[in-house]
């Protein structure tokens, strides 16, 4: 198991590297001189452009500022805001909280329905039950997450009154937008998780379980089900990224604190550290979260551990 893990953590390091380099060309990328994009109409003289350069470092050769910012960043220093002059990393934490909480409330969703919905449609394949969890699933695709979160203001804030429609708080102002935002990853789930578990239910060894006399739901929860979720962890550590994008929508819909929303505030306000590191700081997030998808493979399939190089 250690080596398995170990495997995988070194596996993360060309990954990680991979992602700062991205992430420090985005200043190379904006057209024109990037300190004038950042300024704007802002920039009151040349000194004040210049000064603006040296802060950044941005004066030397490009090699020396890339090992400057991949240094700091090993540190935790993501840089100081343009605007408020607070650290990158103190402004980054004060949201985290509130994505995360975001997105674990729209996983849980995610996973839930999706996994139910698919396993009732392979347990009753072709019936109305198999056709109405698909039906649901395709709905949940086809719906963009903006428009679904409008639509949830609407029928269960404004007509109903029945939850908040925007803010912080409690778990009442939590549910619409958690929802909003997990809908279309559930759909995904469910579809997989049909297919997944169809395949897995015309097994051998499934047989084998129901030959023996063993209850229906002992064959479904503990013979099939754990085989049929390998596939199905590795979508929802890719949704999880997903979710991770969608709450930049979600959380200016509902007008909810957080990660996303401090990248679209720090874009209109050309503050560029903060836009950096809040990027950074996201995609080391996900590609966190893909490793410890590819470890509970080993807890799911010792197969998988045992045949690691």
């Known amino acids: 198991m250690l080596r398995y893990v170990g ?6 390091v060309p990954v ?20 004038q994009a950042m300024l704007g109409e802002s920039a009151t003289s040349a000194e004040h452009v210049e000064r603006l350069r040296r802060e950044l470092g941005l004066d030397d050769p490009i090699y020396v500022q890339y090992a400057r910012f991949l240094g700091n960043a090993l540190r935790g220093d993501l840089g100081r805001s343009l605007v408020s002059r607070h650290q990158v990393l103190d402004e980054i934490l004060s949201q985290f909280p509130a994505t995360a909480e975001l997105a674990l409330a729209s996983m ?12 009732l449609a392979a347990i009753r394949q072709n019936s109305w039950l198999d056709t109405l969890s698909m039906f649901v699933a395709l709905l949940g695709v086809s719906m963009p997450g903006f428009w679904l979160g409008l639509m949830l203001i609407f029928f269960f804030s404004l007509r109903l009154g029945w939850f908040p429609a925007t803010g912080q708080g409690g778990p009442e102002r939590l549910i619409l937008p958690a929802t909003a935002l997990g809908i279309g990853a559930a759909a995904i789930i469910a579809r997989l998780t049909r297919s997944s578990m169809v395949e897995v239910l015309r097994q051998e060894y499934v047989t084998t379980a ?7 739901h002992v064959v479904i929860l503990r013979h099939a089900l754990q085989n049929a979720l390998i596939p199905v962890v590795t979508m929802v550590g890719l949704q999880f990224g997903y979710l991770l994008a969608g709450a930049v929508i979600i959380e200016t819909v509902f007008a909810r604190q957080g990660i996303g929303r401090l990248i679209i505030t ?3 306000a050309k503050d560029f550290p903060l836009v950096q590191g809040a990027v950074l700081f996201t995609a080391c ?3 966190l979260v893909n490793l410890l998808v590819d470890i509970s493979y080993a807890v799911l399939d010792p197969r998988i551990r045992y045949g690691a190089k």
């Open 7 to 12: 495997a995988r953590l070194v596996m993360a």
């Open 108 to 119: 849980a969703i995610a996973v839930i329905v999706g996994v139910t919905l698919g396993v």
């Open 210 to 216: 129901r030959a023996k006399g063993l209850a229906e």
């Open 266 to 268: 720090s874009i209109l």
């Open 16 to 35: 990680l590297l991979g992602v700062t380099i991205l992430v420090f060309s985005m200043l190379y990328l904006l057209p024109g001189d990037p300190v």
């Open 285 to 287: 997030l996900y590609v």
